[in-house]
Every structure is written in C-alpha cells, then in structure tokens.
C-alpha cells in the first residue's frame, strides 16, 4: 500500500530556501511518477514539479529556475528544494505519485496524495 507523507513546511522571509520533503512507502521507483503539487490562498491546486521514473523532471513556469525535484530512492524520499521563495508561493504543498508517465497539469490522474504541509512566505 502506498503511503505519502509530507514535511519540511515553514515560515520562512522573501528570497529564502526550503527544502519539503516526502516520505514515500510502496512506491514503485521504476514505474512511478512522483510530484509535486500546491494549493495557493484562492487559486486551485496547480502541479509545479514531477519526476517521471526513468529521470525526467518537469517544472510549471512559476518555479522553474527557482524549485528542485529530486529522490533517493534507496531511502523512498522525494524533495522539493525551494530557493527565492516569494509570498506568492504562500501555500499548501503535496505530494503524489501515479502509476506510469507523469501529467504536470493533470492532478485528477494521481491516485495517492500525501496530507500536504504549509508553506508560509512573508515579504
């Protein structure tokens, strides 16, 4: 049974790092994608990283340059290192994986969702 579990969340000022982490147990590393979703005040639960299981890394314009996805597989962990947070990036970050290839914009296709954990930036 596959169990996501996220932490790292925080309060952190403008321009500063966080790395989130997920606890990911009877995740398949060599067929599952794993990714990275957010829940901003008023806006509807976007992807912002996925991580296909052969390597591939996708990123939505918002983070890309800023956000790394990364795992360690041998330890069932997926990071999200976050660098020049913005108060725009205020939110409620998850995990998820799905089995086969990843979809950035289709959330509805990942079938376990972690129980997500805040990120709060103040400017």
């Known amino acids: 049974q596959v169990h996501l579990e996220e932490s790292g969340g925080g309060s952190v000022e403008a321009g500063g790092s966080l790395t989130l982490r997920c606890a990911a147990s009877g995740v398949s590393h060599r067929t599952d994608c794993l990714g990275w979703f957010r829940r901003r005040p008023g806006k509807e639960r976007e992807g912002i990283a996925t991580l296909e299981a052969r390597g591939d890394e996708e990123y939505s314009d918002s983070v890309k340059g800023r956000f790394i996805i990364s795992k360690d597989s041998a330890e069932n962990v997926l990071f999200l290192q976050m660098n020049n947070l913005q108060p725009d990036d205020t939110g409620v970050y998850y995990c998820?994986?799905?089995?086969?290839?990843?979809?950035?914009?289709?959330?509805?296709?990942?079938?376990?969702w972690g129980q997500g954990t805040q990120v709060t930036v103040s400017s």
């Open positions: 998820a994986t799905r089995r086969g290839y990843c979809y950035l914009i289709l959330d509805r296709k990942y079938e376990v």
